[in-house]
């Protein structure tokens, strides 16, 4: 899978070495340039690293079928729903 492009190199030079880190800049650059692609690829990061609340999150703000999964993920772990965006 490619990266998505970002608007910079500074969130991922501050990231660097951290996966987690990194997993969000990404997150953030698919979401700015609409890439559904991008954001699941982030998704698939966030849950190998043990991150259910940001991976659950990350299937949300992707949509598409993925986006019922992370809500009631969301809600079994007893987080406040997303407002709709």
Excluded: K
């Excluded at 910079?8 to 979401?31: E, H, K, M, Q, T």
């Amino acid at each position: 899978m490619t990266r998505p492009p970002s608007g910079g190199s500074a969130g991922r030079r501050c990231a660097a070495g951290n996966p987690i880190a990194l997993a969000i800049v990404d997150r953030s650059a698919a979401l700015a340039v609409g890439s559904r692609d991008g954001m699941l690829a982030a998704a698939e990061r966030l849950n190998a690293a043990g991150c259910r609340y940001q991976w659950a999150r990350t299937l949300v703000l992707a949509g598409g079928p993925e986006r019922a999964r992370g809500e009631d993920e969301l809600a079994a772990m007893g987080a406040v729903p997303m407002a709709p965006g």
